[in-house]
């Protein structure tokens, strides 16, 4: 069965509040099988346009990822990412 991955790209515009979401989602969406493959770091960008930070989060399966991502606790504290930050998340399904 192939992973579930959620991809982050994010412009942080109010880093001291968005210090909560990042303590705050960690543990949730570890607890919902999540691994922290790439969070933040150095990024150089190729061809395109995209935000300032990147973050993949690997799950055991699609229906995973979409589960972690849509879980209400998660929804509650993305509500600050919402607020201190400009992002783009998905859900993809990995390969086998």
Request: proline share 5%; hydrophobic share 40%; net charge negative.
């Amino acid at each position: 069965m192939p992973k579930g991955y959620i991809i982050g790209h994010i412009t942080v515009n109010d880093p001291e509040a968005y210090k909560e979401y990042v303590e705050r989602d960690t543990p949730i969406l570890k607890a919902l099988g999540g691994q922290f493959i790439v969070r933040g770091g150095q990024a150089q960008v190729m061809e395109g346009d995209t935000l300032s930070r990147h973050v993949v989060i690997e799950f055991p399966s699609y229906e995973a990822a979409l589960a972690a991502y849509n879980d209400p606790e998660y929804q509650e504290v993305a509500d600050i990412r919402r607020r201190t930050a400009d992002s783009v998340i998905l859900v993809v399904e990995g390969t086998e």
